[in-house]
């Protein structure tokens, strides 16, 4: 029994010895800079944040320009008052609904993007585990400890740019 056991053990680091060579890690951030759709993507959602706060600055040029036109009048009644405050309001909520709505589509379209990237990278890391003949990649963020484990980011960088 016990020479079973240490011989399933020697087994065990063999293979395990062998193993070393055809598994390893990439660090994604730095495969993910690389990607066109990545960057195209990006400059999309860029445009997007661009174009909101740019309607932002025009609600809230709209809520300067009425406190300002409201207070050239002079001495104001209650009603008066309490119509400017109302209007007041009223442009101060579309502001920060607008402003709701522009974080929670720019949140959407990032999103959006990080799963077709992830889609992306996943079929391209299949096609170059297969080519090179890898049987186990990692995101380098995932491993604890990995100095047993070779680093293929650069690797993987130039077979994506072919």
């Known amino acids: 029994m016990i020479r079973f056991i240490s011989l399933f053990f020697w087994l065990l680091l063999s293979f395990s010895i062998f193993g070393q060579n055809d598994s390893g890690y990439i660090n994604y951030s730095k495969v993910v800079k690389v990607l066109p759709e990545y960057s195209s993507g990006l400059k999309y959602i860029q445009l997007q944040e661009k174009k909101y706060i740019d309607t932002l600055k025009s609600l809230y040029k709209k809520m ?88 293929y980011t650069g690797m993987f960088i130039e077979y994506i740019e072919k």
Do not use: P, W
Request: hydrophobic share 30%; proline share 0%.
């Open 64 to 151: 300067e320009n009425y406190v300002l036109n409201t207070h050239h009048n002079g001495r104001l009644d209650s009603i008066q008052k309490i119509e400017i405050e109302d209007s007041l309001k009223s442009i101060q909520e579309e502001y920060e609904i607008f402003q709701i709505h522009a974080n929670k589509e720019l949140e959407k379209e990032q999103n959006i993007l990080d799963e077709k990237i992830k889609i992306l990278i996943t079929s391209k890391l299949e096609l170059f585990c297969t080519e090179y003949d890898i049987t186990c990649i990692y995101e380098e963020e995932s491993i604890l400890h990995y100095s047993d484990c070779m680093d």
